[in-house]
């Protein structure tokens, strides 16, 4: 696994796969107030960032690999739903 | 090693044998394109799949294997013999640095030209398409931007524009990129961000979700629902290039640099830039481009900087930077600015750079329209359907979706939000009214004009595909929302079947199932011993009956489970027979032969270890097939018989045994010549070969040490062919013959039990010990009067159905100083074992009964004590000690 959960804390670490997707879906949904952390992503597969942008969790840190950043901010800052 | 990489690196063996196998099955049918489109697409993934990794020699080498499968399916290139006999050989490589990733998790840099050299000798087929890669079948057509309006560019920030518009002034053309994934391009192994990432001179990107999400509770995340809005410096080949492979996802679209020139923000501080305006003009037609500039900046102080005023200000700076465009483009934006809205920049849309080459404005073909129209007529049935109060609202949305998806393709963006009116409108009162007026009143208007008022605002949609299978869904890059919705609504019924059907499991797994199950059934038989203690010890003879109708349930249930486990553990003899296509084809070639591969029941079961047991012994049948059996096609033409010579391997079940044949129709084995080497090696006594009939001699070929080719060459012929083969196949309790008729061919057959993992034996007794003898081995048992008992020499033997039986102590070959005991009627027990073909009787004292057992076999110091098969632990807790017969005689 490539993304750690912690309490309600989930951190993503190197280069989280397709496979985790479906596991990061379900943790999402048990928890209240999850926070994610992806500071130490240096990818991570786009189902990974579909979950975030259909679950708007809290992003507790940007990924330091700012190319990924601006990536997944500019996902998070568009929103079909609203 | 990270898991991914594990990953990859299993999945490799997957890939490589499926491009193996495609690879021989298009050697037969060279123009079957849908094997070839399977054979792309394996290496495809494949190769995208070791782009995760940093390991440019595996994926350089399968990137050219992948232009050149390519060209193959867009018959570019042929399929030839060659061509496939280097893929081979590329393949063979990838496995090589496959193995060596798994071994030390890298790869050796000094392989980096063998992966380069086999990558030009694929690339070399590509021939002069090489440098064209993906330009030809794939090609994006050009396509520069004619109108702003099209592109959602005023939503780039005004940093990332400016950036774009200056690289636009400079080598080359900035490119506006579109990539909408397929919905199901995760399941093929695409990352589309990644793909996206890696897009070359990148100014700008974002991704957007390309619909509303679903309510979480539905939400497939493996349904892609992005898309990448990229803005690119790298030219256009370049880009094409890097998106060859989902080309028909993407939409790349020149884009003039005054295009980007969009002032925006709030319209606040519009007085002050009027104020400023005239002077402006002024110092415009004066032709002074340094006051012009001095005074825009000079005006952007006094206004707030988010706003259009300060966004205008800062364009005419950047604009004033350019000499050669300077005069239209400043004075366009002037009178924009005096508008207080962007400036048309598609007046100008002659575009200096490449003119001529814009057919934007070229309306969808008339199927793409066709398509389109009846699309919006089943939207229109769909909505007139009888009123279902609980699939109302759901058809609405999806009915609403899928219009929305032709407006965005036939680029009608302004009746977008009157579609959402009538849509909310008929969701509140769940009727398809209000829809239904709104597709009369907008899209279904009076039919005539109907494809008239549709085809100018098309906007161009070159990228299209025209897979006639998706005229609809593939008619835009936004038009795929039908197909989405489809996918959403139908994804609660198919939520059951998703999943893989079959699991990868570690073997130490399952074999410690198989030892757990093993020790109950050997736990589950002290049961009886138990319900024969509550008798005789405590008296208790209902406990007794009761221990042992448990007994019978639990014994059915271990049974089960044992015969499940087994299931678990077989495998179809296809594992071993896959690798023979390319052995026979390969080998056959380096001999000058021509051999044609049959193979018959390979999805025969077999338990795994019996399997993997059979590779070695059949690769050397094969083997020494090619090499002494089948002669040259001159040959076996003035033989008469066909240039091409069949090698057969069949699999059956017979019984609880696993028969393989392998038959050829080459020269056959001439007895005489195997007499004649065998004497030589001396192998046999110069009497015995006058005597030995045909069929005989030709079973000295599994003598060991025998062989009879003149030339040792690397295939075959060092004289541990067939013996070895032989030992082999007796390990795991299996039997080889051999039938051959001199110019007609050979046949092998190996019978090999099904399962190993339960032993059936017998209990024997003998000096007041408790042996197992495997069933297998057994012949029959008998009860001989001693009288029947004559000895020959020193030998002691017995007539039985009038064949001369020798018999021999147990005790003795045990080195037990002991005699077989005599019963009361004064008979020996026998014990007829098969001893290869002869037949042998053991002496012992008595017979029990047969059981089931797992055997284990002895490990460590005992390892090398022959004459036990190995150990079994009984219900009572005892060792029972199972003889190898076939060791036991010396």
């Keep these: 696994m490539t993304i750690e959960y912690v309490k309600n804390r989930a951190h993503f670490r190197d280069v989280v796969s397709v496979e985790d997707a479906e596991a990061l879906l379900a943790w999402i949904q048990t928890k209240s107030k999850p926070r994610i952390d992806l500071a130490d992503c240096t990818h991570a597969h786009p189902a990974n960032i579909q979950v975030l942008m259909a679950t708007r969790p809290t992003i507790s840190a940007w990924p330091r690999d700012e190319d990924l950043a601006r990536w997944i901010q500019s996902a998070l800052a568009s929103n079909p739903n609203s | ?890």
């Design chain 2, 1 to 890: 090693m990270n898991p991914l990489l594990e990953q990859f690196l299993s999945e490799s063996k997957d890939f490589l044998q499926g491009i193996g196998e495609k690879l021989m099955q298009l050697e037969d049918a060279p123009n079957d394109s849908e094997l070839m489109d399977a054979l792309f697409r394996l290496v495809h993934t494949f190769k995208g799949n070791s782009g995760l990794f940093e390991f440019p020699e595996l994926t350089r080498v399968l990137h050219a294997a992948e232009t050149l499968m390519d060209a193959v399916r867009e018959r570019e290139v042929h399929y030839s013999r060659d061509l496939a006999d280097r893929l081979l050989d590329a393949m063979d490589f990838v496995g090589m640095l496959c193995d060596s990733i798994a071994d030390t998790g890298a790869i050796d840099p000094s392989v980096a030209s063998d992966s380069a050299r086999l990558s030009e000798s694929l690339m070399e087929l590509v021939g002069d398409r090489g440098e064209a890669a993906g330009e030809t079948p794939f090609a994006v057509r050009e396509e520069v931007l004619t109108d702003g309006a099209l592109l959602p560019l005023s939503e780039v920030p005004e940093a990332a524009r400016i950036e774009a518009y200056r690289l636009s002034r400079g080598e080359s053309a900035v490119h506006w990129v579109e990539y909408v994934p397929e919905a199901e391009c995760f399941f093929q192994g695409d990352d589309p961000l990644f793909q996206s990432r890696k897009t070359p001179k990148l100014v700008w990107s974002r991704m957007v979700a390309r619909e509303a999400w679903a309510p979480l509770a539905e939400l497939d995340c493996y349904r892609c629902n992005l898309n990448f809005h990229m803005l690119a410096a790298a030219a256009r080949a370049e880009l094409v290039a890097h998106f060859r492979f989902v080309a028909d996802q993407v939409r790349i679209v020149a884009v003039p640099g005054y295009f980007f020139a969009l002032p925006t923000g709030s319209a606040s501080e519009h007085a002050a830039l009027e104020a400023a305006l005239p002077s402006l003009r002024a110092l415009f037609d004066d032709g002074d481009v340094a006051g012009l500039r001095a005074k825009a900046k000079a005006t952007l102080e006094a206004v707030a900087a988010n706003s259009w005023a300060a966004s205008a200000l800062r364009w005419l700076d950047v604009l004033a930077e350019d000499t050669a465009e300077r005069p239209k483009s400043l004075g366009m934006l002037l009178m924009a600015m005096a508008d207080g809205k962007g400036p048309d920049w598609s007046t100008l849309a002659a575009p200096p750079d490449d003119a001529g080459v814009t057919d934007s404005s070229s309306p969808l073909s008339p199927e793409e329209l066709d398509a389109m129209v009846a699309l919006v007529r089943v939207q229109r049935d769909i909505l007139s359907l009888p009123r279902e109060a609980g699939w109302q609202p759901g058809r609405i949305k999806a009915v609403a979706a899928t219009l929305a998806g032709c407006l965005r393709a036939a680029g009608r963006t302004d009746a977008m939000a009157s579609l959402d009116e009538a849509t909310e409108k008929s969701l509140a009162e769940t009727q398809s009214g209000a829809l239904v007026a709104w597709l009369d009143g907008t899209l279904l208007e009076p039919k005539p004009a109907r494809r008239h008022s549709l085809h100018p605002s098309f906007p161009s949609s070159e990228t299209i595909s025209s897979s006639p299978a998706a005229p609809a869904t593939g008619a835009s890059p936004g038009s795929d929302a039908p197909m989405a919705t489809e996918g959403r609504t139908a994804r609660p019924s198919d939520e059951g079947q998703g999943g893989p059907k079959s699991l990868k499991v570690d073997q130490a797994k399952i074999d410690r199932l198989m030892n757990l199950i093993g020790e109950m059934v050997v736990s589950k038989n002290a049961l009886p011993y138990l319900a024969a203690r509550a008798e005789t010890v405590f008296g208790s003879r209902d406990l007794s009956k009761e221990i042992k109708a448990q007994y019978a349930v639990i014994n059915r249930i271990a049974e089960e489970m044992q015969d499940a486990i087994m299931q678990v553990r077989m495998m179809p003899v296809s594992f071993v027979f896959q690798r023979f296509p390319r052995l026979v084809r390969d080998t056959s070639r380096k001999l000058g032969k021509d051999v044609q591969l049959v193979l018959e029941g390979e999805d025969t079961e077999a338990d795994k270890l019996i399997i993997e047991s059979l590779g070695d012994p059949l690769v050397h049948i094969v083997r020494n097939s090619l090499d002494h059996g089948f002669e040259l096609p001159e040959v076996r033409q003035a033989a008469g018989k066909p240039a091409t010579g069949t090698l057969l391997i069949r699999a059956a079940q017979e019984a609880d045994r696993v028969v393989i044949d392998i038959r050829d129709d080459g020269r056959g084995i001439d007895p005489e010549i195997v007499k004649r080497k065998a004497y030589e090696k001396g192998l046999i006594e110069e009497d015995s070969v006058d005597r030995l009939s045909d069929q005989e001699a030709i079973q000295l070929i599994f003598a060991p040490g025998f062989s009879t080719a003149e030339v040792v060459s690397d295939l075959s012929g060092r004289g541990v062919g067939m013996d070895a083969v032989k030992t082999a196949i007796e390990r795991v309790n299996g039997s080889v013959t051999i039938e051959s008729k001199k110019g007609h061919g050979t046949s092998i057959r190996l019978s090999l039990p099904l399962s190993m993992a339960v032993t059936n034996v017998m209990i024997i007794e003998s000096a007041g010990q408790r042996f197992g003898v495997p069933l297998d081995s057994i012949v029959e048992t008998v009860r001989v009067p001693r009288t029947s008992i004559k000895a020959i020499k020193r030998e002691q033997t017995t007539v039985l159905r009038g064949r001369i039986v020798p018999l021999r102590q147990l005790n003795t070959l045990l080195a037990i100083a002991e005699d077989a005991q005599v019963n009361e009627h004064g008979e020996l027990a026998v014990l007829v074992v098969r001893l290869g073909d002869e037949l042998l009787g053991l002496l012992i004292d008595d017979f029990h009964e047969t059981v089931d057992i797992i055997l284990k076999p002895m490990t460590g110091v005992l390892g090398h004590l022959g004459a036990y098969a190995g150990s079994a632990l009984m219900g009572d807790g005892s060792i029972l000690m199972v003889l190898n017969v076939n060791e036991l005689i010396p």
